[in-house]
């Protein structure tokens, strides 16, 4: 039900392959597909590495959002507790803060915003 055989034994077959390669390689055809090979070969081992991207000037980057410039420009905050946490994170009592991960009812109160 297939189509007939070309070559009946490993033999032949590896005889007809070495000499269909040995036929390409004296072609037109396969005498360029092997320069255009070393040609890229060549390029690879001797051209430079690292981007060929010239760097990104200033003035090529979009402008920066003003909601993002008006965060930056902001005061820090002046209140206790963040001059507490700004000097160690070890000052903070964290102790109570896992409760508030679970769904409620809580068993205290939620801190007040002030």
Same mark, same amino acid.
């Given at each position: 039900?297939?189509?007939?055989?070309?070559?009946?034994?490993?033999?032949?077959?590896?005889?007809?392959?070495?000499?269909?390669? *040995?036929?390409?390689?004296?072609?037109?055809?396969?005498?360029?597909?092997?320069?255009?090979?070393?040609?890229?070969?060549?390029?690879?081992?001797?051209?430079?590495?690292?981007?060929?991207?010239?760097?990104?000037?200033?003035?090529?980057?979009?402008?920066?959002?003003?909601?993002?410039?008006?965060?930056? *420009?902001?005061?820090?905050?002046?209140?206790?507790?963040?001059?507490?946490?700004?000097?160690?994170?070890?000052?903070?009592?964290?102790?109570?803060?896992?409760?508030?991960?679970?769904?409620?009812?809580?068993?205290?109160?939620?801190?007040?915003?002030?």
């Amino acid at each position: 039900m297939g189509r007939k055989a070309r070559y009946l034994t490993l033999a032949e077959k590896t005889a007809a392959l070495h000499r269909q390669k *040995v036929n390409h390689a004296q072609s037109e055809r396969g005498k360029a597909t092997r320069r255009l090979q070393r040609s890229q070969n060549y390029a690879k081992a001797h051209s430079r590495k690292g981007s060929s991207k010239p760097p990104l000037i200033s003035s090529q980057l979009p402008p920066l959002p003003q909601s993002l410039i008006n965060l930056a *420009v902001a005061s820090l905050p002046d209140g206790e507790l963040f001059h507490l946490a700004s000097q160690s994170a070890d000052n903070l009592d964290e102790s109570e803060l896992p409760q508030w991960d679970n769904n409620p009812p809580y068993t205290m109160p939620p801190p007040s915003d002030t």
